[in-house]
């Protein structure tokens, strides 16, 4: 019996023994078992009446150590002999261990540790050999002499004296998580076996999924084409991209840097080259092979996307025969092919948080397209209230809120259809004479028409809306940067001395930003046509405005709209002036204009405007597209003969 001292504080080698994880201790057996060629490893948990971990053992038909090796193996700290060898002897498997601290996580399991060890000794002859250490005394080990034996060559790892954190051996997902570390050797090497309480480890019995894809790799330096093999799981094992030789060795485990919500997976790149290099792996990210890592992620992304669309396929059908999918239909139009495709991206992610109820399921789904057909934007806020996402999910929900190439169409053509239903509105207000007759100019039509300013030109931005000329001068001085600096401003009156009110005032910037255009519009209700006093009215207001010094500024100029549905012949000869511009009844100097203006003449400009679009989204607005639409946006000023 002899016994070997290892040159270190026990403090140092019990955090070299990582006590809290047991089962990173028993696949660091395993790895040795299989470093030493074993073809069965057999793992087995002794358990009390009270379910508590008595012992534990890891027994392997390796070669195990001879005993002259073993106070080399047990003496040192680092500078083991797979560091150099890199391969097995005689299979040659790419070797795992390289650190020469392994026999220290076996105090993880139990407080006393024995190797007993058969293998074949120098002179040919068959030797057993007991290494034994505890926990007490970590830097010291008894190794007792060779005794001859007539067995077959193996190592067997006893640990008794429960550890404080063993009973994780226990717990249900334990031999999940050794057959996703296992997973590539296992199936690489069929004729090996890993037993865990009585039952062989088997990848194909504990994945969800796995997909293999050959790497084009033209570093190859003569090795095999690199192999990328995703195994997914249905829980939560730790994501890795395990780096492997051409057998599964696993050699280092970089972060995957990729996003997969909802799926637990784990992919090795298996590769010869690795081996050659396991030593500069941990710094892979920078040296030459940088490039093979960034290809497997590239092709993860692939696969995970590949399998999302299939996920979302599988749910959309299930959602279906529930009969809580919220489209009755296929999509008709481009506009819901768009929208329906987000609705299922977003659904699908959120699918596993939806209600288990039915009634509720449908509920929630339906919501979930009202907020995308109207308002994209806005979904984030409505989900993350709905169901408290964690910040993984959150951030990839804001990623795919954030594609201009669906939320931006999708908004887009939602005010390009709103729009169409609103011209169709429009029609019934001031054409239909049921409507017409008793709609009211201000209190109705006015504040309708301030909502939908861009009939008037999508470039027009509202800045007044039934107020004094004092307040439109006022604003006007504001878009220039000339506000008086004590407020006071000189009073604007029309010629008979009244103030008059304003029904609209619009501006926009002129194309190259060389100067602002100002639009005054005045509403007639749609029974009043216009005529001479109409067109007195409007004319006042512009003389109120070029009459007065305050207004002065060359980069602005001025039109003045008087609408209504019809106007007076003498008007509407005035309007067809050859030597102006249709509707122009008059142009004064200064950059003024005034024209009188008809619904049907505004309304087939919107709709000359809208017309390409309206085409490719085969939208074509009913009555009752008009009449929806109101009550949406208006609904609390749109007269009852129509909303009712």
Same mark, same amino acid.
């Given at each position: 019996?002899?016994?070997?001292?290892?040159?270190?504080?026990?403090?140092?080698?019990?955090?070299?023994?990582?006590?809290?994880?047991?089962?990173?201790?028993? /696949?660091?057996?395993?790895?040795?078992?299989?470093?030493?060629?074993?073809?069965?490893?057999?793992?087995?948990?002794?358990?009390?009446?009270?379910?508590?971990?008595?012992?534990?053992?890891?027994?392997?038909?390796?070669?195990?150590?001879?005993?002259?090796?073993?106070?080399?193996?047990?003496?040192?700290?680092?500078?083991?002999?797979?560091?150099?060898?890199?391969?097995?002897?005689?299979?040659?498997?790419?070797?795992?261990?390289?650190?020469?601290?392994?026999?220290?996580?076996?105090?993880?399991?139990?407080?006393?540790?024995?190797?007993?060890?058969?293998?074949?000794?120098?002179?040919?002859?068959?030797?057993?050999?007991?290494?034994?250490?505890?926990?007490?005394?970590?830097?010291?080990?008894?190794?007792?002499?060779?005794?001859?034996?007539?067995?077959?060559?193996?190592?067997?790892?006893?640990?008794?004296?429960?550890?404080?954190?063993?009973?994780?051996?226990?717990?249900?997902?334990?031999?999940?998580?050794?057959?996703?570390?296992?997973?590539?050797?296992?199936?690489?090497?069929?004729? /090996?076996?890993?037993?865990?309480?009585?039952?062989?480890?088997?990848?194909?019995?504990?994945?969800?999924?796995?997909?293999?894809?050959?790497?084009?790799?033209?570093?190859?330096?003569?090795?095999?084409?690199?192999?990328?093999?995703?195994?997914?799981?249905?829980?939560?094992?730790?994501?890795?991209?395990?780096?492997?030789?051409?057998?599964?060795?696993?050699?280092?485990?970089?972060?995957?840097?990729?996003?997969?919500?909802?799926?637990?997976?784990?992919?090795?790149?298996?590769?010869?080259?690795?081996?050659?290099?396991?030593?500069?792996?941990?710094?892979?990210?920078?040296?030459?092979?940088?490039?093979?890592?960034?290809?497997?992620?590239?092709?993860?992304?692939?696969?995970?996307?590949?399998?999302?669309?299939?996920?979302?396929?599988?749910?959309?059908?299930?959602?279906?025969?529930?009969?809580?999918y919220p489209y009755a239909a296929g999509p008709s139009e481009p506009a819901?092919?768009?929208?329906?495709?987000?609705?299922?991206?977003?659904?699908?992610?959120?699918?596993?948080?939806?209600?288990?109820?039915?009634?509720?399921?449908?509920?929630?789904?339906?919501?979930?397209?009202?907020?995308?057909?109207?308002?994209?934007?806005?979904?984030?806020?409505?989900?993350?209230?709905?169901?408290?996402?964690?910040?993984?999910?959150?951030?990839?929900?804001?990623?795919?809120?954030?594609?201009?190439?669906?939320?931006?169409?999708?908004?887009?053509?939602?005010?390009?259809?709103?729009?169409?239903?609103?011209?169709?509105?429009?029609?019934?207000?001031?054409?239909?004479?049921?409507?017409s007759r008793t709609l009211r100019e201000r209190s109705e039509l006015h504040?309708?028409?301030?909502?939908?300013?861009?009939?008037?030109?999508?470039?027009?931005?509202?800045?007044?809306?039934?107020?004094?000329?004092?307040?439109?001068?006022?604003?006007?001085?504001?878009?220039?940067?000339?506000?008086?600096?004590?407020?006071?401003?000189?009073?604007?009156?029309?010629?008979?001395?009244?103030?008059?009110?304003?029904?609209?005032?619009?501006?926009? /910037?002129?194309?190259?930003?060389?100067?602002?255009?100002?639009?005054?519009?005045?509403?007639?209700?749609?029974?009043?046509?216009?005529?001479?006093?109409?067109?007195?009215?409007?004319?006042?207001?512009?003389?109120?405005?070029?009459?007065?010094?305050?207004?002065?500024?060359?980069?602005?100029?001025?039109?003045?709209w008087v609408v209504s549905t019809e106007m007076s012949e003498v008007v509407?000869?005035?309007?067809?002036?050859?030597?102006?511009?249709?509707?122009?009844?008059?142009?004064?100097?200064?950059?003024?204009?005034?024209?009188?203006?008809?619904?049907?003449?505004?309304?087939?400009?919107?709709?000359?405007?809208?017309?390409?679009?309206?085409?490719?989204?085969?939208?074509?607005?009913?009555?009752?597209?008009?009449?929806?639409?109101?009550?949406?946006?208006?609904?609390?000023?749109?007269?009852?003969?129509?909303?009712?």
């Open positions: 019996m002899g016994t070997v001292h290892i040159e270190a504080k026990p403090d140092h080698l019990l955090r070299l023994a990582r006590q809290r994880d047991p089962v990173g201790a028993v /696949v660091e057996m395993i790895w040795n078992a299989l470093d030493a060629e074993a073809s069965l490893v057999n793992v087995d948990l002794e358990i009390n009446e009270l379910d508590g971990v008595e012992s534990v053992s890891i027994e392997d038909d390796g070669h195990g150590m001879p005993n002259a090796s073993c106070r080399n193996y047990f003496g040192g700290l680092g500078g083991s002999w797979k560091t150099a060898a890199k391969v097995s002897p005689r299979l040659k498997r790419g070797l795992h261990g390289r650190s020469g601290q392994g026999r220290l996580r076996a105090f993880s399991l139990g407080g006393q540790v024995r190797w007993i060890t058969i293998a074949e000794a120098a002179d040919g002859r068959i030797e057993r050999t007991v290494i034994s250490g505890t926990v007490d005394r970590p830097a010291d080990f008894d190794i007792s002499e060779p005794e001859p034996v007539r067995l077959a060559c193996g190592t067997r790892v006893e640990a008794s004296v429960p550890a404080d954190f063993v009973s994780r051996l226990t717990q249900d997902d334990t031999a999940q998580q050794l057959a996703s570390t296992f997973a590539p050797f296992l199936a690489a090497n069929p004729d /090996v076996r890993i037993v865990y309480q009585g039952v062989p480890l088997d990848p194909a019995t504990v994945w969800t999924g796995m997909a293999e894809y050959p790497l084009r790799w033209p570093d190859s330096d003569g090795h095999p084409a690199p192999l990328l093999r995703v195994i997914e799981w249905p829980k939560d094992v730790g994501r890795v991209l395990a780096l492997c030789d051409a057998s599964g060795v696993v050699l280092d485990e970089p972060s995957p840097g990729i996003q997969a919500p909802g799926y637990h997976f784990t992919a090795y790149l298996l590769w010869d080259g690795f081996v050659e290099r396991r030593d500069d792996l941990p710094l892979a990210e920078t040296d030459e092979i940088a490039p093979l890592l960034a290809l497997a992620r590239e092709k993860l992304r692939a696969h995970f996307k590949r399998r999302e669309q299939e996920r979302r396929v599988r749910l959309v059908q299930e959602w279906k025969t529930e009969g809580v819901q092919a768009v929208e329906r495709e987000m609705f299922d991206e977003v659904a699908a992610r959120i699918a596993r948080r939806l209600p288990g109820a039915t009634q509720s399921k449908k509920t929630t789904l339906r919501l979930l397209r009202e907020v995308i057909s109207r308002d994209p934007s806005g979904l984030y806020p409505v989900l993350d209230e709905l169901f408290r996402l964690p910040q993984s999910e959150q951030e990839e929900l804001k990623r795919i809120l954030q594609r201009t190439s669906l939320a931006e169409v999708i908004r887009a053509t939602g005010q390009i259809t709103d729009r169409l239903d609103f011209l169709a509105a429009l029609k019934k207000l001031v054409f239909e004479p049921e409507v504040r309708i028409v301030e909502r939908e300013t861009w009939i008037f030109g999508d470039a027009h931005a509202l800045m007044i809306s039934d107020q004094s000329l004092d307040a439109v001068l006022l604003r006007h001085l504001k878009e220039l940067g000339r506000e008086p600096v004590d407020g006071r401003l000189n009073p604007v009156r029309r010629e008979d001395g009244r103030t008059g009110i304003v029904d609209l005032l619009l501006a926009r /910037v002129r194309r190259g930003g060389s100067g602002r255009e100002h639009l005054v519009v005045e509403l007639k209700a749609p029974r009043v046509r216009i005529g001479q006093a109409e067109v007195a009215q409007i004319k006042s207001y512009a003389e109120a405005i070029v009459s007065d010094p305050q207004f002065r500024d060359a980069r602005v100029s001025w039109d003045f509407r000869r005035d309007a067809a002036a050859p030597n102006r511009p249709p509707g122009c009844i008059a142009e004064w100097e200064g950059g003024v204009r005034i024209w009188a203006r008809t619904w049907s003449e505004i309304i087939d400009d919107c709709e000359a405007r809208l017309h390409f679009y309206q085409d490719r989204l085969n939208h074509d607005p009913a009555a009752e597209h008009a009449v929806e639409y109101l009550q949406r946006v208006h609904g609390e000023v749109a007269p009852a003969t129509v909303t009712a």
